[in-house]
């Protein structure tokens, strides 16, 4: 996941510069998980002033891509359970995350809920104390809120997850233009498995064998 990360990124270099938006490593989503506990037994003062980690600032404060200065809408991959992949379209601005799930029945509100509370939690104040930014129409640091995206492609199949999911974010960059996340089949994703591999093939692997 983190290889097409990167590769989408470049890939999608120019649209993604136009409409102020990023591509995020999993990473993200997993920093804040690591760090939840502690950060949730704080009180609103400590939250104020919590020790984030390294690898949450750079991404925040990236050079050229720094959040609510150059970068408004993120798109990363999150693993839920350790076992599922879905997709977050992140609207810094408005304070609202869309959830791109390849597979809604495996998890339900509540658990969604669950998986997503870090997240949710964490994020206003990563905008507002990380990022220094005030200038938003969320109020305080009240946490995000969620929604899951309906009538998109369902995958049923084991071990797709992934590359759904990350096809969806790419769709999603673009404003989901055709065939679109409902219009994705069964056959359109064993192609695109095909093709990211070969994508990831000629522009990483090759060119580190011949440097």
């Known amino acids: 996941m983190?290889?097409?990360?990167?590769m989408l990124s470049a890939r999608h270099s120019d649209i993604l510069q136009t409409e102020n938006a990023a591509f995020a490593p999993p990473i993200f989503c997993s920093a804040i998980n690591d760090i939840w506990d502690d950060f949730n037994k704080c009180g609103k003062k400590k939250k104020d002033s919590f020790v984030?980690?390294?690898?949450?600032?750079?991404?925040?404060?990236?050079?050229?891509?720094?959040?609510?200065?150059?970068?408004?809408?993120?798109?990363?991959?999150?693993?839920?359970?350790?076992?599922?992949?879905?997709?977050?379209?992140?609207?810094?601005?408005m304070g609202l995350v869309?959830?791109?799930d390849p597979l809604p029945t495996l998890n339900g509100a509540r658990r969604m809920a669950k998986w997503m509370k870090p997240v949710l939690a964490c994020l206003p104040y990563l905008v507002r104390k990380v990022a220094n930014c005030e200038l938003t129409q969320f109020t305080g640091f009240k946490p995000f809120i969620c929604?899951?995206?309906p009538d998109i492609y369902?995958?049923?199949?084991?071990?797709?997850?992934?590359?759904?999911?990350?096809?969806?974010l790419e769709l999603h960059s673009h404003g989901?233009?055709?065939?679109g996340m409902a219009g994705i089949t069964d056959q359109i994703v064993d192609d695109m498995r095909k093709q990211y591999t070969m994508d990831i093939y000629k522009t990483m692997v090759l060119p580190a064998y011949y440097d």
């Not at 980690?53 to 991959?77: A, H, R, S």
């Not at 369902?154 to 969806?168: A, Q």
């Open 2 to 6: 983190q290889i097409l990360v990167h």
């Open 52 to 93: 984030w980690p390294q690898e949450l600032i750079d991404i925040v404060l990236c050079l050229g891509k720094k959040w609510m200065e150059d970068i408004y809408t993120i798109y990363t991959p999150m693993l839920w359970n350790q076992s599922h992949w879905v997709g977050l379209a992140i609207n810094l601005d």
């Open 98 to 100: 869309e959830v791109l």
């Open 147 to 149: 929604n899951r995206i």
């Open 154 to 168: 369902i995958n049923t199949r084991s071990g797709d997850c992934g590359p759904v999911t990350m096809k969806f």
């Open 176 to 179: 989901d233009t055709s065939p």
